[in-house]
């Protein structure tokens, strides 16, 4: 069983930053892929960003893509999502997860077994 925990999330204004992180513990198999993922209120669970395994490839949803950057410390078991630029829109909770293909870019929740507790970002205007 792997465990996933986020932490980082806050209030912050709007043009401003968070950085968040996410550390993974127990039976963790590499080659592994993680991702980000976000989910506000009355929506559904959407696709942020994403990191193969040597970190070799990233990809974005276009809502992020500039101002979002996935990276990840394998030594540490951890993936960091950097939040610039923040608008009220990314008000959400944000969850990482963890996928056992490592070595491509998934976008969809159902590629990915392991998710963590979320932690709220709230952007004010």
């Known amino acids: 069983q792997v465990q996933l925990v986020e932490s980082g999330g806050g209030l912050v204004q709007a043009g401003g930053s968070l950085r968040l992180s996410c550390a993974a513990s127990?039976?963790?198999?590499?080659?592994?892929?993680m991702g980000w993922f976000r989910q506000a209120p009355g929506k559904e669970r959407e696709f942020v960003a994403a990191i193969t395994w040597s970190s070799g490839s990233t990809y974005y949803a276009d809502s992020v893509k500039g101002r979002f950057s996935i990276s990840r410390d394998n030594a540490k078991n951890s993936v960091y999502l950097q939040m610039n630029m923040l608008k009220p829109e990314d008000t959400a909770v944000y969850y990482c997860?963890?996928?056992?293909?490592?070595?491509?870019?998934?976008?969809?929740?159902?590629?990915?077994?392991?998710w963590g507790q979320g932690t709220q970002v709230t952007v004010s205007s």
């Open positions: 127990g039976r963790t198999f590499s080659p592994y892929g």
């Open positions: 997860a963890q996928t056992p293909y490592g070595r491509t870019i998934l976008t969809l929740t159902s590629g990915y077994t392991y």
